[in-house]
């Protein structure tokens, strides 16, 4: 059974960093784009990063852009975050989701969707 | 970037009855939309990709139609395990933004 395992959240000060670890399992990891997805408490979902199979496309939300940074080991299938600065409003749960992807009569082109999810990292940015 | 539209915000049923989920995007994508399902204390799950395609093991009671920038999530039957929040999220482009949650509730 696929699994993701988010890990390295905790309190932080504001202007602080953090570095989030997802371990993958049961799938192969390399044949997969990944993402990070946050929550922040009683709010809605906000995707904030992708990066592709071989590290080679990286995208991230305005929000965080210059501040995190998205990264993958494919030997040791794991996905990271590096937070820095953090504000307030980085406060949130961290999901990693993996990229699943399917060819649809509905789409002209192939549609992407995040098809599993981890169970989430707390972050919290306060002093 | 894209903005994702969900009305009702939150809506209270009860067990048995046909519940639907309207979202609007701001601009046209095509059948790029998806929809998810949030338990509370739990991450989101994969319910509906390419707005009316069903993953995997999930039940036939879920149902997505709609394309362009007007879509529906339809739950045919409700369940106990179906009071959750629902979120659509578009993949027509990045970043991929998700409409703001549709909670239901017990009435």
């Known amino acids: 059974e696929v699994q993701l395992v988010e890990s390295g959240g905790g309190l932080v000060q504001p202007g602080g960093s953090l570095r989030l670890s997802c371990a993958a399992s049961a799938f192969t990891f390399s044949s997969y784009s990944m993402n990070w997805v946050r929550q922040a408490p009683g709010k809605g979902l906000e995707w904030v990063s992708y990066?592709?199979?071989?590290?080679?496309?990286?995208y991230y939300a305005d929000s965080v852009k210059g501040r995190f940074t998205i990264s993958r080991d494919n030997a040791k299938n794991s996905l990271y975050l590096q937070m820095n600065s953090l504000r307030a409003e980085d406060t949130a749960v961290y999901y990693c989701?993996?990229?699943?992807?399917?060819?649809?009569?509905?789409?002209?082109?192939?549609?992407?969707?995040?098809?599993?999810w981890g169970q989430g990292t707390l972050v919290t940015v306060s002093s | 970037d894209i903005q994702m539209t969900q009305s009702p915000s939150s809506l209270s049923a009860s067990v048995g009855d046909r519940v639907s989920i309207t979202c609007r995007a701001s601009q046209s994508i095509s059948s790029y939309l998806n929809w998810y399902q949030q338990i509370p204390g739990k991450a989101p799950k994969l319910l509906i990709y390419?707005?009316?395609s069903l993953q995997s093991g999930v039940p036939l009671r879920f149902r997505g139609s709609g394309s362009g920038t007007d879509f529906t999530l339809t739950i045919s039957s409700l369940q106990p395990e179906d009071f959750a929040t629902y979120y659509c999220?578009?993949?027509?482009?990045?970043?991929?933004?998700f409409g703001q949650g549709t909670n239901v509730d017990i009435k």
């Open positions: 390419a707005a009316s």
């Open positions: 999220q578009q993949s027509f482009s990045t970043p991929r933004t």
């Open positions: 990066i592709s199979t071989s590290s080679s496309t990286i």
């Open positions: 989701a993996r990229d699943g992807s399917s060819w649809t009569s509905s789409t002209p082109g192939r549609i992407y969707y995040f098809d599993y």
